[in-house]
């Protein structure tokens, strides 16, 4: 079956380290994306990717990185500077073209002490 | 599971009823809308799309209306089941394709 694989489900990490989040897809998209989930808050988006090697900022980037080294594979890492890392990320990925749904991985629980 | 469903507006319906779930989207320049369902520890689930040339799209059980004059938008739930229990969010994108905002959402709580 084709999706999107995050892992892993829940992530436990002390103040000031890194943390790599896993997202893995065979949907053949080119499109990837990383949204942030809160209680009581839409989802916002961290970064996004139309095209292998290519990755744009989205509204709330300010410590998180990225890479697109290949089609099927969009990791993101949260680093020490990134103030409130404690959240739910959600990996989606869509066809690079307008009016196309975004699929949505299962997420990764992160919580920061 | 996650806590996704705290501090948001709440419908309660009986089994059986239908429910109608709104949403507001504040950018006359958007042209593509998307209803999602998120059950607890889930990721979100698309359910309907309708593009901004439509006013009304039917799926199984579901329907979505679109009102552009008032940047309105919402998802019909026919003879709602227990397993519709959820939070529904409302998706749009704008003139950025691919790039999507997202409602807060509303949580479906469906009493057998």
């Known amino acids: 079956d084709g999706g999107i694989t995050q892992s892993p489900k829940y992530l436990f990490r002390k103040e000031g380290q890194n943390v790599t989040l896993s997202c893995e897809q065979n949907l053949n998209h080119d499109a990837m994306y990383w949204y942030r989930q809160d209680p009581g808050q839409g989802l916002r988006l961290i970064y996004y990717?139309?095209?292998?090697?290519?990755?744009q900022k989205g509204d709330i980037a300010e410590g998180y990185s990225v890479s697109r080294e290949k089609k099927e594979s969009f990791p993101l890492t949260v680093t020490s500077a990134q103030k409130n890392p404690t959240a739910f990320y959600l990996c989606?990925?869509?066809?690079?073209?307008?009016?196309?749904?975004?699929?949505f991985g299962n997420g990764t629980r992160l919580t920061v002490t | 599971g996650e806590s996704v469903g705290l501090h948001l507006p709440t419908l309660s319906v009986q089994e059986g009823d239908n429910s109608i779930i709104n949403c507001a989207y504040s950018?006359?320049?958007?042209?593509?809308f998307i209803w999602y369902k998120q059950e607890s520890g889930k990721g979100p689930q698309f359910i309907i799309d309708?593009?901004?040339?439509?006013d009304k799209r039917q799926g199984q059980r579901v329907t979505v209306l679109l009102n552009k004059t008032v940047k309105h938008l919402s998802l019909q739930i026919a003879a709602t089941q227990p397993g519709d229990s959820a939070v529904y969010f409302c998706?749009?994108?704008?003139?950025?394709?691919?790039?999507?905002?997202f409602g807060s959402g509303t949580k479906l709580n469906v009493k057998p």
């Open positions: 990717s139309q095209i292998v090697n290519d990755f």
């Open positions: 998706a749009d994108e704008r003139e950025d394709f691919n790039k999507f905002y």
């Open positions: 309708i593009r901004s040339n439509m």
């Open positions: 989606a990925s869509s066809l690079r073209q307008g009016n196309s749904p975004l699929h």
């Open positions: 950018n006359s320049a958007s042209d593509y």
